[in-house]
């Protein structure tokens, strides 16, 4: 991912994008805090176009209706804990 310091980016706006379309998603950053990001279109589209519920995606998983998973869960109260 290719870093832009703000005041870079505002003078190479141009550029900027190209870099986004090319290269792929570009940070600007501001007194050295990331403050955003810019994507292509396509990026963007397809980040958004995702119209599935999480019903609609859980059940287009291949695993949807196999009745033979089984998830062992220990049954006692108390488990071992580590830091």
Known sequence: MGT???QEAKAKLSELVKS???????KITL???S???VISQSMYERLTN???TLTA????SPFFGIEETIFEREQTLTRDFEL
């Open 35 to 37: 403050v955003a990001v």
């Open 50 to 52: 995702n119209q599935l």
């Open 57 to 60: 995606f859980m059940q287009s």
């Open 20 to 26: 986004a379309q090319s290269e792929g998603p570009q």
């Open 31 to 33: 007194h050295g805090h």
């Open 4 to 6: 832009w310091q703000m």
